[in-house]
């Protein structure tokens, strides 16, 4: 008899999740804004349908909508989060804790990181490793890693620009800036002998993913449509952003060549182009058959119609996965496999 009241609350807890769920009929979408411009042209090509309302999107950076979707179960929480990375252990963590135990993953993609300037000014030509002496918070003099003290990138490498390294990148919430981290700066410090000497493993990894903080890096939010407008005010500053946006963009910005590669679309879907990276959704699995649409919505963002090689993503700057992988996706997609 003890036992029979927090019965009882648990199945009030439920049912006014469910209930509240239900009050909601139209499909509520955080995350990534490198995913945004993508999930936004599926919502609307959805909401034409008919049969659904055109489902609300909102860009809240990858992290940012991870937060938001972990949050618990219920009307008053996301859907589906848009991620420009893996979801991180720790976030599923967040989410088992806050009773959000079934998820999916669905990768929808590749999309290229670009390092952009302002096509009136001279294209530069980089390697992984000057963009590590560039922007890395400590860098190997005379022997030790000493405090940044590069200010040109001339100065990093003679073949570059004498000009100001001043960099216009997202702020740690990103995914890209994940991303960036990741392809670039942990790839960029490799072989560095002040670097290979640390023994300790998180040490090392500290030292070559940590940005300097002395005004060369700025954190220009999570807008990645506002640092294209920055770079067109101050043209000679260099963006880091989504292939997508520079594709956008071609009549006023261009791409740095990385490692002998222009971000091209073919030298992307080709792996020619080594700073890309795959793009997410995650479903909550919780609301499918509760909040109306989740699964038909699903069914239209891995379609041939819109993530095929002639898909209407594609035309929007997204790479496709090849046919025999979007086959893939769209099975273990359709049918909600939980990743957890």
């Known amino acids: 008899m003890k036992r029979l009241p927090l019965a009882l609350a648990v199945a ?11 009050a909601r009929d139209q499909l509520h979408i955080v995350g990534s804004s490198t995913v945004y411009p993508f999930s936004t042209a599926v919502a609307e090509e959805f909401g034409k349908g008919g049969k659904f309302k055109t489902p609300i ?32 252990d720790s976030e599923i963590a967040d989410c088992t804790a806050n009773g959000v135990t079934s998820i999916t993953e669905v990768p929808i993609g590749y999309d290229g990181i670009v390092v952009s300037n302002a096509k009136s000014e001279q294209q530069y030509n980089l390697t992984l490793k000057d963009i590590w002496l560039a922007l890395a918070k400590e860098v190997p003099v005379d022997g030790k890693l000493v405090a940044n003290p590069y ?13 100001k390294i001043e960099v216009l990148g997202p702020p740690p919430t990103s995914g890209t800036r994940d ?11 490799h072989g560095i002998a002040e670097i290979e000497a640390i023994s300790d493993k998180k040490a090392k990894t500290a030292a070559c993913t940590a940005i ?21 005010a101050n043209p000679k500053a260099l963006g880091i952003f989504g292939y997508s946006f520079l594709e956008e963009n071609l009549d006023k910005l261009q791409g740095s060549i990385i490692e002998g590669v222009a971000p091209e679309f073919d030298a992307i879907v080709a792996g020619d182009y080594k700073v890309s990276r ?23 963002f891995t379609s041939d119609k819109a993530a095929g090689e002639e898909g209407y993503l594609a ?12 086959k893939k996706v769209q099975a273990e997609a359709g049918a909600l496999k939980p990743m957890m």
């Not at 300097?212 to 067109?232: F, T, Y």
């Not at 035309?315 to 979007?326: H, Q, R, S, T």
């Open 12 to 22: 009030g807890v439920t049912v006014l999740i469910a209930g509240a769920a239900e």
């Open 57 to 88: 999107v909102e860009s809240t950076g990858t992290g940012g909508g991870m937060k938001l979707f972990c949050a618990g179960v219920g009307e008053g929480t996301p859907d589906i989060t848009n991620a420009s990375r893996k979801i991180k």
């Open 151 to 163: 200010q040109n990138w001339n100065e990093v490498n003679a073949a570059l620009p004498a000009e």
């Open 179 to 189: 991303a960036f981290v990741e392809l670039v700066m942990e790839k960029g410090c």
């Open 212 to 232: 300097r903080e002395d005004g060369a890096w700025v954190d220009a939010g999570e807008n990645d449509n506002l640092i294209v407008q920055k770079l067109v």
């Open 278 to 300: 795959t793009m997410f959704f995650y479903v909550k699995n919780q609301h499918e058959g509760v909040i109306p649409g989740i699964r038909e919505f699903v069914a239209e």
């Open 315 to 326: 035309d929007k700057g997204m790479i496709p996965f090849p046919a025999d992988m979007l």
